[in-house]
């Protein structure tokens, strides 16, 4: 028994730590203990991103601000400010903090960068503000396509393209995603053997398809046509892993898959007609073409993609996802959001991939781990009683034998 235990003990240990520490347990929606410990992580990591000179602290802290600015990064330098009373020393820290619980409004990370964003030269701060003004303006800008330059609403007394007008609530999405008419063009591009960015078709064919359906509010729709809208600003800035490619690969064929969409397509294009009757055919062939199960598995994805993008901004989360391989990664990355926000962005700046580490999940008291931990627990006391009674056995006193007469 002894010796089975020696065995046995070692073997549910290992079970127990990487039940409860290990990326599997990284879930959907993370916990409020995942995101305190990510939270504390991050603290730690940039801590030790300041040198150990107090005399340096503030310079380091500064120049960082002062790259994130030139490269218009403004949810970085947004996140470096808020990480101030971890990067500078203690006495910068004490008038900081006394400086944030004065003001009376804002949450705390918002007084917290205010407060930062006074402690930085006058210079610095006039170029925060412009940077901020221009990360606004670039919410409008249009999908960098050559086809989709300048979009604009459709007029419904246009002629051909009257059925492509759009409400101006779906028109921002349009400008994000493109037209109809953009998408019939590539689609018919593709059948004819030209080269076309697959992925982004079929992200833009089924952003499209859920913008139709959300004319009408649809949160899931909502949520899926921002999703889709950072991936392919993702994919066209070529800021994908070519893990997550091919991961993003098949999801959207299973969602999309050829084997329904060309034929659909094929059909579609088979007689000449009218812009106005190409696009309607090529709307109807994405809709046809579309798995529903295949697209609810991508909508998990697009899930943890939106809420990302709404803990930071859509351009921050395509910063956040370039180092995503796995599904896995996205749940990291998402926890690390919660944990952070625009904080976040600043720690992928810095540290890049290795910012991964610091999403923690803490320990997850599942009902399998709850049970693997009691089996543990009778097992070492099975162990104990074992050598306690070993012990006592060869500890007890031997019959004293009388010498010979």
Known sequence: MFNSLLILIPVIGAQVVGGAFSGATFSEAPSVEAIDQTRHNMDDAFSAMAPRNSADKYKFWHDIISRELTARDVTAARGFLMAAPQMLDREDVKELMAAANSEITGTEDERIALAALRKLPVAVSERFADATGSARNLNTQVDPDEDNADVTVPDPEAGELADEAVSP????????????????NHS??????????????????????????????????????????????????????????DYLTDRLNAALPDSVLKPALEEAFADLAITKVRVQRARAAYESAINPKGLARLETDLAQI??????????????????????????????????????????????????????????????????QFMGLTAAGLVMFWVTWSTLRRSLRRRPRIEAPQ
């Open 169 to 184: 609530i779906v028109a921002a999405r349009f400008a994000l995603l493109g037209t109809h008419a953009d998408l019939a």
């Open 188 to 245: 018919e591009r593709w059948m004819k053997g030209d080269r076309v960015d697959e992925l982004v078709l079929k992200i833009t064919g089924i952003g499209l398809d859920q913008a139709d359906q959300a004319d009408q509010p649809d949160a899931l729709a909502e949520s899926n046509i921002r999703a889709l809208s950072i991936l392919k600003s993702a994919r066209r800035s070529r800021r994908i892993t070519p893990e997550f490619n």
């Open 306 to 371: 939106d809420r990302i993008g709404t803990l930071t901004d859509p351009s921050a989360a395509v910063t956040l996802i370039e180092e995503v391989k796995d599904s896995a990664d996205l749940r990291r990355v998402r926890l690390i959001a919660e944990a952070g926000g625009d904080r976040s962005v600043a720690l992928f700046k810095q540290m890049g991939p290795g910012a991964m580490r610091v999403a923690d999940t803490g320990v997850r008291w599942t009902r399998e781990l709850v049970l």
